[in-house]
């Protein structure tokens, strides 16, 4: 019963935007720090971005040089990552994870420890 379901990915051309979304059930989102978390094909899960529970502290991988945002609505129990600025680079699976006492984007994997995780959802970005 505790889930977390990503949506939002989808093919985008460089220069685009998405907004991804993560929405929990089973649970209560606001007790957890939550990520975004992203694998591309042959290549190790990176950390994306992380959100405190109460949404005051932010962090982000280097690659994303101011061009991504986390947000949480704990109200609707979800978690938001706009992505701005898209580059081919950015392909990947993104995956968001909630955990009950912190989230780090580095790791070994990125994420390794975190208690719940979605199935991800396909970022595409091409011309």
């Known amino acids: 019963q505790l889930q977390l379901v990503e949506s939002g990915g989808g093919l985008v051309q460089p220069g685009g935007s998405l907004r991804l979304s993560c929405a929990a059930s089973?649970?209560?989102?606001?007790?957890?720090?939550a990520g975004w978390f992203r694998q591309a094909p042959g290549k190790e899960r990176e950390g994306v971005a992380c959100?405190?529970?109460?949404?005051?502290?932010?962090s982000y991988g280097h690659f994303v040089k101011g061009r991504f945002t986390i947000s949480r609505d704990n109200a609707k129990n979800t978690v938001y990552l706009q992505m701005n600025s898209l580059k081919p680079e950015d392909t990947a699976v993104y995956y968001c994870?909630?955990?009950?006492?912190?989230?780090?984007?580095?790791?070994?994997?990125?994420?390794?420890?975190?208690?719940?995780w979605g199935k991800g959802t396909l970022v595409t970005v091409s011309q």
């Open positions: 994870a909630a955990d009950l006492d912190r989230c780090t984007i580095t790791g070994r994997p990125a994420g390794y420890g975190m208690d719940y």
């Open positions: 089973g649970f209560t989102l606001d007790a957890y720090a």
């Open positions: 959100i405190s529970k109460g949404g005051g502290v932010k």
